[in-house]
């Protein structure tokens, strides 16, 4: 799978253009203390009330990319409800949709490392595939125009799915103000 890098599209219409039927499943939903890596990328304190959110995303029922992120107060309610009603409803999404109902806050940049990774025990159960198969994985912080930190992420995408990625190749994964 492969796209530009010139416009946000969203996870649906993604998996839709690829001819694929999109949906996604939420693995994690919880509230739990930060961790030092969360609190430091989130700009919150050490052990304050985070929201870990892991998500499947899939074409024709098949796993494409997990998504784990945080979110720190006050998006944390918010965008867990927000996810099990659109999961309930069976919409598609990321959590880059979860802003479109926030009203008026929305993600105006983004840094996001790539690296290349390999399934664990664990993640080949989850996508599907053999253990130490090839793995895509961006970690992304999304932030507001004044730079204050709304969502930490890692997205986990299937190598064997994937080509040509590089950072913002992904559906939302290019965000411009």
Do not use: C, W
Not at 31 to 58: E, F, H, M, N
Not at 98 to 115: A, D, I, K, N
């Amino acid at each position: 799978m492969n796209q530009g890098l010139v416009r946000i599209v969203n996870f649906e219409r993604t998996v839709l253009e690829l001819g694929l039927k999109p949906s996604t499943q939420i693995l994690g939903n919880e509230v739990v203390p930060a961790d030092i890596q969360s609190a430091k990328t989130l700009d919150v304190p050490l052990r304050s009330q985070i929201l870990k959110l892991t998500l499947l995303g899939k074409g024709d029922a098949a796993p494409l990319v997990l998504y784990k992120s945080a979110f720190p107060s006050p998006l944390r309610p918010k965008n867990g409800q927000r996810g099990i009603r659109l999961e309930k409803k069976e919409i598609p999404f990321s959590t880059y949709d979860l802003y479109e109902r926030l009203g008026g806050v929305t993600p105006r940049s983004v840094v996001q490392p790539l690296r290349p990774s390999a399934a664990d025990d664990r993640l080949a159960a989850i996508m599907k595939v053999r253990k130490g198969a090839p793995i895509f994985m961006i970690t992304s912080t999304f932030q507001t125009a004044d730079q204050r930190p709304l969502e930490f992420r890692t997205a986990l995408y299937r190598g064997d799915r994937y080509s040509s990625i590089s950072p913002g190749s992904l559906h939302e994964e290019k965000i411009e103000a």
